[in-house]
């Protein structure tokens, strides 16, 4: 069994379920995070109960995220850190600009504050060299976000990532410690579109890419199992879109 430790954020469901799979599947002990505490004991016993490890937090939430940092501590250094949070948010509560607030408050803290508090929070358990730091983004902070309630907040939050993975690799590239960016298109099977994704929508998205279908969960787990591996440590500060052909690369 592999000795390696690899840390998902939002790792009950959809895209990080699929890559703490992978990473188990290759005999990592892995650490799924997030809020839903019985989706994360279900998930870490389907996967693999001897090797996943579900941690409870509100990572928007400093205290809990230092008290979930300090439980990952005793498992030893961190070889990989996924930072997989993050959703939509919901329309605006209220009308006018502090409605508008709250709702971009809320996508920064869901998509941006999670990934910073927790790689902050471990930084120092990462491994020295040989660790592993991915973002997961979205095809929307390449080419601009839309939606009838945020005008492009998600976007904007998956967008703050990229800049402060090129000053993270930056910092940590002398340490042996690799930063990337993935940036996913449209893909199925996630709870990010909240059961708006109608067949309607779903060919409007499928009809973006070169390929003609859809993105899974399992394409972006096996491009960060790439990315997490001893292979990749000359592949540093990029953001790589996986969007079958809707983005082209820049």
């Known amino acids: 069994m592999s000795s390696r430790l690899a840390v998902v954020s939002g790792g ?6 699929a890559i703490a799979a992978g990473f188990a ?35 928007t939430d400093p205290g809990q995220v230092e008290r979930a940092a300090a439980e990952i501590a005793g498992l030893g250094p961190v070889d990989v850190l996924v930072n997989n949070a993050g959703a939509t948010v919901t329309p605006p509560s209220r009308e006018g600009l502090a409605g508008l607030a709250d709702a971009w408050r809320r996508d920064l803290d869901t998509n941006l504050i999670t990934a910073v508090l927790l790689t902050n929070a471990l930084l120092d358990r990462l491994r020295r060299p040989g660790g592993r730091l991915i973002m997961i983004s979205s095809a929307a902070a390449q080419r601009g976000g839309a939606g009838a309630h945020s005008a492009g907040s998600y976007a904007a939050a998956k967008a703050g990532l990229h800049g402060w993975a090129f000053g993270l690799a930056r910092q940590l590239g002398p340490d042996g410690i690799t930063v990337n960016v993935l940036a996913p298109g449209y893909i199925q099977d996630t709870e990010i579109f909240h059961g708006q994704d109608t067949p309607e929508f779903v060919a409007t998205k499928v009809a973006d890419t070169l390929v003609g279908r859809a993105g899974t969960p399992a394409d972006v787990a096996a491009a960060v199992g790439y990315l997490a591996s001893p292979e990749a440590g000359y592949l540093t500060g990029q953001i ?5 052909g809707a983005v082209l690369g820049r």
């Open 25 to 59: 599947r290759d005999g990592h002990r892995v650490v799924i995070i997030g809020r839903r505490s019985g989706l994360l004991r279900q998930a870490a016993a389907e996967i693999d109960p001897a090797l996943v490890i579900p941690v409870s937090a509100d990572l």
């Open 12 to 17: 009950a469901t959809g895209i990080g379920r």
């Open 240 to 244: 790589i879109g996986l969007n079958g």
